[in-house]
């Protein structure tokens, strides 16, 4: 049963910073690529970032790029999303998956239950 367990969220004021970090177990994480999602409300559920198994190959959307970093362990089976320089309108809750690179893009195969990140002006 792959489980992905997501930590680290919370509340902290703009300009400040987070880690996110995502534990995978029940599969087999060097064969990934790993993203994270965010989710916030009334809106439409987007990609923040994507990592490819090797960790060579990134991805970060626009609103983020600059501040955030994705990153890999692949010897713990863990994913991190480091944030930095937090605006409110990166409040969401933010999920971590496993997929796929594809032509077109990434698939998200299994999906963490979310951890909430709220950020205050």
């Known amino acids: 049963q792959v489980q992905l367990v997501e930590s680290g969220g919370g509340l902290v004021q703009a300009g400040g910073s987070l880690r996110l970090s995502c534990a995978a177990s029940?599969?087999?994480?060097?064969?990934?690529?790993m993203g994270w999602f965010r989710q916030a409300p009334g809106k439409e559920r987007e990609l923040v970032a994507r990592?490819?198994?090797?960790?060579?190959?990134?991805y970060y959307a626009n609103s983020v790029k600059g501040r955030f970093t994705i990153s890999r362990d692949n010897a713990k089976n863990t994913v991190y999303l480091q944030m930095n320089s937090l605006k409110p309108e990166d409040t969401a809750v933010y999920y971590c998956?496993?997929?796929?690179?594809?032509?077109?893009?990434?698939?998200?195969?299994?999906w963490g239950q979310g951890t909430q990140v709220t950020v205050s002006s």
């Open positions: 998956n496993a997929g796929r690179l594809v032509v077109a893009g990434y698939i998200p195969d299994y």
């Open positions: 029940g599969l087999t994480f060097r064969s990934y690529a």
């Open positions: 990592i490819s198994w090797s960790g060579v190959s990134t």
